[in-house]
């Protein structure tokens, strides 16, 4: 079983609609964790830190939930240009631990 | 502010060839690491320095592959013998742990080619 595991798509939306996409981890020693966004043929970048709290960026939601181990990015009012490839990322001393990510493609 | 930069961005070469990718990271960052990206996965780290010393290199193949950072900036990570499968995008990141952020800033990435 690997460390970090996401459901690897695609996701097919319609624009304006909502979604959601989950990550669960095994190491219950994992400190913080990340969404990262990447592009076609792109670099990653981070799109955000998800906080015990849970946290919101604009249309953009992550929460955290320890006891299940899991992650989760909601993503409202969907837009084309939000196609793209959603990587969770676990820090676990200092480690940076990646799933293979999830693809989500925004249909007109 | 200046990026990562990394270099070539693209690279053919035959199995058992060698090939060499450099990287110079984001000015400041003491932090650099080597990820491969093959197809349809997430980037699995090679190697992490912290200035020049090594913190983690658990899954870099060494027998083939390695890299250094002789002046803890620019890095050059190096495959001879290349094989098959190291087919996959060479990414390079840097970061600064300031305050407990991990945001790693990446390169544009080596697309290695082994034919």
């Known amino acids: 079983r690997k460390e970090v595991e996401q459901d690897p798509g695609p996701f097919n939306v319609p624009e304006g609609a909502t979604v959601a996409f989950n990550c669960t981890y095994s190491n219950s020693a994992s400190q913080s964790f990340f969404w990262y966004r990447q592009d076609c043929r792109k670099e990653p970048k981070l799109l955000m830190s998800v906080y015990s709290s849970g946290n919101e960026d604009g249309r953009f939601t992550a929460q955290l939930n320890r006891a299940s181990q899991y992650i989760s990015l909601l993503i409202r009012d969907s837009k084309l240009s939000d196609s793209a490839t959603y990587l969770c990322?676990?820090?676990?001393?200092?480690?940076?631990?990646w799933g293979a990510g999830t693809k989500l493609i925004i249909k007109p | 502010e200046a990026g990562v930069a990394q270099s070539p961005r693209y690279k053919i070469i035959e199995k058992r060839q060698s090939v060499a990718f450099w990287c110079n990271p984001i000015s400041g960052h003491a932090t650099l690491y080597w990820y491969q990206q093959i197809l349809g996965q997430g980037p699995k780290l090679l190697i992490q320095f912290q200035n020049n010393g090594v913190v983690d290199d658990s899954q870099l193949p060494k027998d083939r592959f390695s890299a250094e950072r002789l002046k803890g900036v620019d890095s050059t990570l190096k495959i001879q013998p290349a094989k098959l499968e190291d087919s996959a995008v060479y990414l390079c990141a840097s970061s600064n742990h300031e305050g407990g952020t991990y945001e790693q800033y990446f390169g544009p990435g080596t697309r290695l080619t082994v034919t």
């Open positions: 990322v676990v820090n676990r001393n200092y480690q940076l631990i």
